[in-house]
């Protein structure tokens, strides 16, 4: 069974950091693209950044860039979110992505296998 993990979500104030981990089971996703989506509630799910199969390529959105990293570590099937300078804003349930391919995406609907979702609640 394929299953991707998430963990590190919590509370924290605004201008605070998080890590988010998401581990991969079941396959390995060393040759597949992965990101991180995000929904708040009432709202679409949306893209907050991807990374393709070695790394050497990574997209963020507009709103998370400069404040956010994505990584990832193929050795530990291990998705990774650094969340830095965090608003009330990014407030939302963040989820691990992973697609067949091996080049980044940025639409959810391109994406094979997704995670749980870990929530992330930042305090004004």
């Keep these: 069974q394929v299953q991707l993990v998430e963990s590190g979500g ?13 581990a991969g089971s ?28 070695s790394g050497g390529t ?6 998370v860039k400069g404040r956010f990293t994505i990584s990832r570590n193929n050795n530990r099937n291990t998705l990774y979110l650094q969340m830095n300078s965090l608003k009330p804003e ?5 989820y691990c992505t992973a697609r ?13 296998y997704w995670g749980q979702g870990t929530q992330v609640t930042v305090s004004s």
Excluded: H
């Design 10 to 22: 919590g509370l924290v104030q605004a201008g605070g950091s998080l890590r988010l981990s998401c």
């Design 26 to 53: 079941g396959r390995t996703f060393s040759s597949n693209a992965m990101g991180w989506f995000r929904q708040a509630p009432g709202k679409e799910r949306e893209f907050v950044a991807a990374i393709n199969w």
């Design 58 to 63: 990574i997209s963020y959105s507009n709103s």
């Design 90 to 94: 990014d407030t939302a349930v963040y």
């Design 100 to 112: 067949l391919a091996s080049n980044l995406a940025a639409v959810a609907g391109e994406y094979d």
